[in-house]
């Protein structure tokens, strides 16, 4: 079992910067693959990024190549997306997932945050 929290979103101009963490419970973190996705108003959701247990494996959805950058931490249990050059349709909810394969499938993912607001105002 793992319990996923999500912190660091908010409200920020167009071009602004924001750092989302995820925190994880539990002793097995360093096992699971981690994803980033979001949430917009009326939309469904949608994949952002992925890593792999170690970091060895990164996979970026084409809107926030260049963008949005993903790390994890195992020794803290956390896994963070740095998010650069912010536009209005970044705003959503964001989500972390925990999964044992680094891919773009939501339905992949065991675990997941409540989420987390990033509004981009222009």
């Known amino acids: 079992q793992v319990q996923l929290l999500e912190s660091g979103g908010g409200l920020v101009q167009a071009g602004g910067s924001l750092r989302l963490s995820c925190a994880a419970s539990g002793r097995t973190f360093s096992r699971y693959a981690m994803g980033w996705f979001r949430q917009a108003p009326g939309k469904e959701r949608e994949f952002i990024v992925t890593?792999?247990?170690?970091?060895?494996?990164?996979y970026y959805t084409d809107s926030v190549k260049g963008r949005f950058t993903i790390s994890r931490d195992n020794a803290k249990n956390t896994v963070y997306l740095q998010m650069n050059s912010l536009k209005p349709e970044d705003t959503a909810v964001y989500y972390c997932?925990?999964?044992?394969?680094?891919?773009?499938?939501?339905?992949?993912?065991?675990?997941w945050g409540q989420g987390t607001q990033v509004t981009v105002s222009s």
């Open positions: 890593i792999n247990w170690n970091g060895g494996y990164i």
């Open positions: 997932a925990a999964g044992l394969t680094p891919t773009d499938r939501l339905e992949s993912y065991d675990y």
